[in-house]
């Protein structure tokens, strides 16, 4: 499957920013759809990722309750709304996706690492300013 994140952008601190997934090729199926981001200088880091079989979610504790992972099946989207953005959530935001049955909780919390997931898209800049 292929990827595209968009939304990315300038944003102040305090504020929020909706990022967007899209997805092409082959539909979402049962496929696991995660947000990872990368900071200058730091490891690539998972954020949040979805079930698209049975919404099961699972968060990073560094966002948990800030952002929110959702889909769209209209627009075979899956989203994340990003709020109370700090200048630590200056990255580059990706989307990443595997195709994955099993969505028990450590399943997930493994599936929301970079070795996790299969298909990613072109990362979309995210700059938080005070």
């Known amino acids: 499957v292929q990827l595209q994140a968009s939304g990315g952008g300038l944003a102040q601190a305090g504020g929020s920013l909706r990022l967007s997934c899209a997805a092409s090729?082959?539909?979402?199926?049962?496929?696991?759809v995660g947000w990872f981001r990368q900071a200058p200088g730091k490891e690539r880091e998972g954020l949040a990722c979805?079930?698209?079989?049975?919404?099961?979610?699972h968060y990073a504790d560094s966002v948990k309750g800030r952002f929110t992972i959702s889909s769209d099946s209209a627009k075979n989207t899956v989203d994340l709304q990003m709020k109370n953005l700090t200048l630590e959530d200056t990255a580059v935001y990706y989307c990443?996706?595997?195709?994955?049955?099993?969505?028990?909780?450590?399943?997930?919390?493994?599936?929301?690492?970079?070795?996790?997931?299969?298909?990613w898209g072109k990362g979309t800049l995210v700059t938080v300013s005070s």
């Open positions: 979805l079930s698209l079989s049975n919404g099961n979610t």
């Open positions: 990443a996706a595997v195709e994955a049955r099993l969505t028990t909780p450590q399943a997930m919390a493994v599936m929301l690492t970079p070795h996790g997931m299969d298909d």
């Open positions: 090729g082959r539909t979402f199926g049962a496929y696991v």
